[in-house]
């Protein structure tokens, strides 16, 4: 029996700065996870993926991370996604120095 596909983003990382992005539904790369397209098809989350890796001179490393709709946005389901939206891990630089 297949899994029931649960909601997603696309995101990835800027090619430039490092910082983890994520691909909205009028095609923009945005840093806040809240402005994200959140995905509930499959098929769609597949199409969106493979718009986001051919946009390699942009974003790298782009891929479906697991979301859940929160009242201002999709937010992270999981440890890992809910840290790259703090930005680096390190205080001295990014989001995390103005925080």
Known sequence: MSRQFT????TANALIEGDAIWL???DR???DIREAELIEDEAHGQLRLLHALSQDSVAVGAYLA???PGERGPEP????EAFRTRGPSNYAHGKQEVA
Request: proline share 6%.
């Open 77 to 80: 389901v999981h440890f890992r």
């Open 66 to 68: 697991d979301a859940k």
């Open 24 to 26: 909205t539904e009028d």
């Open 7 to 10: 909601p997603k983003v696309v």
């Open 29 to 31: 790369w945005t840093r």
